[in-house]
């Protein structure tokens, strides 16, 4: 790893350590590719999706978000 990186990343560590911040960084990208395997397989199948379709879905899960916050600050 380079210095500056490891650098940085220790910085930012906090008490839980290094090797605690580079387990979750390494988790999250296996997310990423798991989650790019699947777009993959979709697109493979269902065609890709296009620009329209992802604001949509990005619009969409903004206002569920939105309803959580309204549904949890009432509750």
Do not use: F, W
Not at 30 to 58: S, Y
């Amino acid at each position: 790893m380079p210095r500056d990186i490891a650098e940085a990343a220790r910085s930012r560590s906090g008490p839980s350590g290094l090797s605690a911040y580079v387990a979750a960084a390494v988790a999250r990208q296996i997310e990423r590719d798991n989650l790019n395997e699947l777009i993959q397989v979709a697109e493979a199948e269902h065609g890709p999706i296009t620009d329209d379709e992802v604001q949509a879905l990005r619009d969409q899960l903004h206002q569920a978000r939105q309803g959580q916050a309204k549904g949890g600050a009432a509750a």
